[in-house]
């Protein structure tokens, strides 16, 4: 059996052959979208991030549907992390936060 890295690289090759495609068929994406959750990441900024790392883990369905929230805390130099789930009162404050953010991605230097 293949290892993990050529599994990985074949597929990441498959799937930008599919971006590419939606980039030029723009029936193509609106269908390709439909069934792209999202996995969102949110870190916070801590003085000593060696000793402590926080944040927020938001996964969606395709939809835009909240599936899954947590917040997670870390002591890095103890190796000792916790995650703690999200109730739907702090969700909706979260939600509310960034209601006025835009995602735009820059890959210049």
């Not at 029936?27 to 900024?45: D, N, P, T």
């Not at 599936?67 to 916790?82: N, R, S, W």
């Amino acid at each position: 059996m293949a290892n993990i890295d050529e599994l990985a690289e074949k597929k990441l090759k498959s799937r930008m052959t599919k971006i590419r495609k939606c980039n030029r068929e723009p029936e193509e994406k609106q269908k390709f979208s439909e069934k792209i959750g999202i996995s969102l990441e949110l870190e916070f900024q801590n003085k000593n991030p060696d000793k402590l790392s926080d944040g927020i883990t938001i996964i969606t369905s395709p939809e835009g549907k909240v599936l899954f929230a947590d917040y997670f805390y870390g002591i890095p130099e103890d190796e000792e992390y916790t995650n703690i789930e999200i109730d739907e009162k702090q969700l909706k404050s979260i939600i509310e936060f960034f209601n006025d953010f835009k995602l735009e991605l820059d890959d210049s230097d």
